[in-house]
C-alpha cells in the first residue's frame, strides 16, 4: 500500500475541463455542466484501501451537500489494464453498492487526472461557484488501521466556509492514499524517449 500525497496544486486555480464517460450511465459529464455551482471533484477508485476507508462517509456527505447546492463529481483514473478491479463494469457496480448519488466518471487517458496535478486516491478539488480552487486536500485524518474515525471533518469544515462566503481555509493537510495507477510511459514529468 503505496502511501502518496496530494501535490497540493496553487489555490485560485482554474478548474480544468473535462468531459468524461459516466460507465453506470452510457451518458458524458463534462465540466460545464456545473456552471455556476461549486464543485467538488474527487479522485477516486474501486480497490484503494484508503477510498474504501472512507467511501460510506463520502457518499453520506457527498449526498448531505448536493442537497445544497454543491455538485459533486467522481474521477477514476487508473490502468484498468494492470488493475481490472477499476474497469468500468466494476465502477458500474461500485456506484450501485456504496452508493454513490454523484457521477463516478472514467478517465482512460489520465488526460484529466494529469490536469488537475492529481496524485493519489483519494485526491479531492473543491471549487467555488467561478470554479477557482478554494480546497484540495485530505478528507479527514483517517486512514487505514490507524484508528481515527472517519468524519469528512476536513471536507465538511472547507465545504461549509465556502457555503457561508468565508475566505479559503488556511490550514489545508496534503490528502494521502494509493498513488493514481499510472500507464507506463504516461505518468507525470514522464516524456519519453
Not at 451537500?65 to 487508473?78: D, L, P, S
Not at 477499476?86 to 454523484?102: A, G, L
Not at 469544515?157 to 500507464?183: R, T, Y
Amino acid at each position: 500500500m503505496a502511501r502518496t500525497p496530494s501535490t497540493m496544486l496553487a489555490l485560485g486555480t482554474s478548474a480544468p475541463g473535462f468531459s468524461l464517460p459516466e460507465p453506470a450511465t452510457g451518458k458524458t459529464v463534462a465540466l460545464k455542466d456545473f456552471q455556476g455551482q461549486p464543485l467538488l471533484v474527487a479522485f477516486i477508485c474501486n480497490h484503494c484501501p484508503y477510498v474504501l476507508h472512507i467511501q460510506t462517509v463520502f457518499a453520506g456527505m457527498a449526498a448531505e451537500y448536493q442537497a445544497k447546492g454543491v455538485a459533486v463529481v467522481a474521477i477514476n483514473a487508473n490502468d484498468v489494464a494492470n488493475y481490472p478491479d477499476d474497469s468500468p463494469e466494476k465502477m458500474r457496480q461500485q456506484v450501485k453498492d456504496v452508493p454513490y448519488t454523484f457521477p463516478y466518471l472514467f478517465d482512460e487517458t489520465q488526460q484529466v487526472a494529469k490536469a488537475y496535478q492529481a496524485a493519489c486516491t483519494p485526491d479531492f478539488f473543491l471549487f467555488d461557484a467561478n470554479h477557482l480552487l478554494y480546497y484540495r486536500g485530505q478528507f479527514d485524518d483517517a486512514r487505514p488501521r490507524n484508528d481515527v474515525p472517519v468524519t469528512g471533518k476536513d471536507m465538511r469544515d472547507a465545504v461549509d466556509s465556502l457555503l457561508a462566503g468565508m475566505a479559503a481555509p488556511e490550514n489545508q493537510v496534503a490528502s494521502l492514499g494509493c498513488n493514481i495507477k499510472w500507464k507506463a510511459g504516461n505518468e507525470p514529468g514522464y516524456f519519453g524517449r
